[in-house]
Nanobody
Framework: QVHLIESGGGLVQAGGSLRLSCVAS????????LGWFRRTSREYVASISS?????YYGNSVKGRFTISRDNAKNTVYLQMNSVRPEDTAVYFC?????????????????WGQGTQVTVSS
């Protein structure tokens, strides 16, 4: 299994930016599909597939957030631009062994502890 630790959350004003990071322990990181979810609305945020690194986004963040991964660093990022107060939530990183990205949280086996993002208006 993969142990995930999120970081990068904090307080940011509306319209600003944050970059969340999720670092995985162990090896075989490149074999995992990764996703970001936020607790407040149990809402899917973004996911990125293994191998080709194809990225997908929830409707509420399209055009504003970017998910990326650096397999050499065992890290997945969520770049949050043009943040809004409704983006306030605890953000969770998740991983599943497989090549296909998914928005379904039940398909992810590994979850981080979350990092708090608060957007002030």
């Amino acid at each position: 299994q993969v142990h995930l630790i999120e970081s990068g959350g904090g307080l940011v004003q509306a319209g600003g930016s944050l970059r969340l990071s999720c670092v995985a322990s162990g090896r075989t990181f490149s074999n995992y599909t990764l996703g970001w979810f936020r607790r407040t609305s149990r809402e899917y945020v973004a996911s990125i597939s293994s191998y080709r690194g194809l990225a997908y986004y929830g409707n509420s963040v399209k055009g504003r957030f970017t998910i990326s991964r650096d397999n050499a660093k065992n890290t997945v990022y969520l770049q949050m631009n043009s943040v809004r107060p409704e983006d306030t939530a605890v953000y969770f990183c998740a991983a599943r062994l497989g090549i296909t990205a998914t928005e379904e949280p039940g398909l992810y086996d590994n979850w981080g502890q979350g990092t708090q993002v608060t957007v002030s208006s």
